[in-house]
């Protein structure tokens, strides 16, 4: 079997997969934004959250990515393993009717929970994009501080995408 976390090269070296290194390198960058922070500088501490937020987004969005090879794979592999059972099927057994049936069922069902961890980015139009980089720093200090109004729906629009991204990834894990 192999490691999802490491390429084997031509040349017989093994090398870690780009986004699992990428992953590693974004939680170090999260560490140290936390540790960067100080309660003494008010600024220090919003650019730490904007930062940890930003590269949690974008660890969301790899882990995805590497649930979406992992799903190929074994789709690729139980799609081999259904053509084999058909074609080895007797086609006048009651009971390969039921496991035809069953098989196709399932079939169904895996396609309908698909588009549903493919509905979020269908409705995409939805969600504005925040920008999540650091304000220049040329930008005056009171144009990068948002309205009570502008706040609250910058935090509801990312307590609404990071709920999405969690049921995708609860999603993902529990069906596996």
């Not at 100080?38 to 969005?61: C, E, F, K, P």
Request: glycine fraction near 4%; aromatic fraction near 4%.
């Amino acid at each position: 079997m192999v490691n999802t976390l490491s390429i084997k090269t031509v040349d017989g070296n093994t090398v870690l997969n780009p986004l699992y290194q990428r992953q590693k390198e974004d939680v170090c960058k999260m560490r140290t934004s936390l540790l960067a922070c100080t309660d003494a500088n008010g600024g220090s501490t919003r650019q730490a959250l904007q930062n940890i937020t930003a590269m949690r987004v974008y660890h969301q969005l790899m882990r995805i990515i590497r649930y979406t090879e992992l799903m190929d794979k074994l789709e690729d592999k139980l799609y081999s393993c259904i053509d084999s059972a058909i074609d080895s099927a007797s086609s006048s057994d009651p009971t390969t009717w039921m496991m035809l049936l069953n098989i196709q069922e399932k079939l169904q069902k895996s396609m309908i929970e698909s588009h549903k961890l493919l509905q979020p980015y269908l409705d995409i139009k939805e969600f504005t994009v925040v920008e999540l980089t650091p304000d220049d720093a040329d930008t005056a200090k009171s144009d990068s501080l948002l309205s009570p109004e502008e706040r609250d729906s910058v935090r509801s629009k990312a307590q609404s995408l990071m709920l999405e991204l969690k049921n995708l990834d609860a999603g993902g894990d529990s069906d596996g």
